[in-house]
């Protein structure tokens, strides 16, 4: 197990009582996460954004993922 | 540090938040692959779905980039594998690029256009490299669905101590009292153990999808049990319209 073990620390009671309305999948937040990461990128209005807000609030794999997509294009904007 | 990744979102997203970054010259993002490899009005529909030369150097060119997402994907998780050389990092992100294009290839019929076929096909390499990594960085570890939950509550002060612990045991009897046994063992496994939804999906043969879903029911019926307990407030919306 991890170093957790079970413990209902404050971030963890924050995770449990989310508010993760609208639903939106992890499937779904794949298909938009192009387009978000670019409206980030461009400083503009994304798809769906509170939609996307919402769930990589409560799903820290997207969130990992829409994050690194988003570095990676300010990367390839920067060379 | 346990291999929970990054701590759920403070930093935002969202559009204007970034820090000067801007929109470049469409050609100065183009990769030193083959010279035209990240340009912008490139056919890449048109030659992928060609045949012959033109269709082998956009797959070439197109594995380069998938490299080169699932090379950035790994050195941002570096840190959840310590042991890992870098010649086998090196295979993991081409071994990983090699998997996505399986799975971009067979998803170009749902390539909208809505963003730069680039950027749609970097996500492919990112989900699968960031799949692989959470994979072993979790292989050696035994994950036993759990029901226990400790109510040690970690505050900053004295003063909000009681507050902390008062909302605490109230989601512990939410969990107990509104949730169903298998809700309760993948909210703990993923929100509070820290597993990561992709590998949790892959040890229970489940699907990620399906977890989140839990999750979300599950979320939705711990808020629930609260506002009706007094401990949030009510009218918030919570449940949709079920
Ligand atoms: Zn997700």
Redesign the pocket.
């Known amino acids: 197990m991890t170093s957790h073990q079970g413990r209902l620390s404050r971030d963890v009671v924050e995770s449990l009582t989310l508010d993760t309305e609208p639903w939106l999948s992890?499937e779904e937040?794949f298909d938009l996460m192009d387009s978000y990461a670019e409206a980030v990128v461009a400083g503009t209005e994304p798809r769906r954004r509170h939609d996307m807000e919402v769930?990589l609030r409560a799903?820290p794999?997207?969130f990992q993922e829409v994050e690194s997509l988003v570095a990676l294009l300010q990367q390839d904007s920067a060379d | 540090m346990s291999a929970r990744g990054p701590e759920p979102v403070s930093v935002a997203l969202a559009a204007g938040t970034t820090s000067g970054a801007t929109t470049s010259d469409p050609d100065s993002s183009t990769t030193s692959i083959s010279g035209r490899a990240g340009s912008l009005d490139r056919d890449w529909l048109g030659e992928l779905t060609s045949s012959g030369a033109a269709r082998e150097t956009a797959l070439r060119d197109l594995h380069v980039l998938l490299v080169k997402a699932a090379r950035h994907q790994v050195a941002r998780m570096r840190g959840l594998l310590p042991r890992l050389g870098a010649v086998e990092a090196d295979e993991l992100a081409n071994a990983a690029a090699d998997e996505a294009l399986v799975h971009l290839l067979g998803r170009l019929s749902t390539f909208e256009g809505r963003a730069r076929f680039t950027t749609w096909a970097y996500k492919f390499a990112i989900l699968q490299t960031a799949n692989e990594v959470r994979r072993r960085a979790w292989a050696s570890t035994e994950i036993a669905l759990s029901d226990h939950l400790d109510l040690a509550v970690e505050v900053d002060g004295p003063e909000s101590r009681a507050e902390a612990n008062e909302l605490a045991h109230a989601v512990a009897a939410a969990m107990t009292e509104a949730l169903t046994t298998y809700q309760r063992r993948i909210a703990i496994a993923l929100l509070v153990e820290g597993v990561p939804v992709d590998v949790l999906a892959e040890r229970l043969g489940t699907t990620r999808g399906a977890l989140?879903k839990t999750l979300h029911v599950a979320r939705s019926r711990i808020r629930a049990h609260l506002v009706a307990a007094g401990h949030l407030p009510a009218g918030i919306p919570f449940g949709g319209t079920a």
């Open positions: 992890c937040c769930h799903c794999a997207c | 989140y």
